[in-house]
């Protein structure tokens, strides 16, 4: 009695797993190189945000400067006050 290897025996079961595991390597590379792209871009949207909140902040500042000005104008014209010694 002759033996007769099952269809897609060892051998093919051998390249089945080969072939699985190379999958599983070409994923988790994919999935590596997307999570480096988005932490490039969130990195880029930080940036923006960052430059947006800093122009926002010298806004802010100067528009509160003029105010503390303007609410103070009486005091800076004030002549008593310009020809003292607190100047």
């Known amino acids: 009695m ?3 290897p099952p269809v897609g025996g060892d051998i093919g079961v051998a390249v089945d797993t080969v072939a ?3 999958a599983y390597v070409l994923n988790v590379g994919v999935l590596m ?3 480096a792209y988005l932490d490039v871009v969130a990195g880029q949207y930080l940036a923006v945000a960052l430059v947006i909140v800093a122009y926002a902040g010298v806004f802010v500042a100067t528009v509160a400067a003029k105010w503390i000005l303007r609410s103070n104008m009486d005091v800076i014209q004030n002549e008593k006050l310009s020809n003292s010694n607190m100047n």
Do not use: H, L, W
Request: aromatic share 12%.
């Open 2 to 4: 002759s033996y007769v």
């Open 33 to 35: 190189n997307a999570g």
């Open 20 to 22: 699985i595991n190379q």
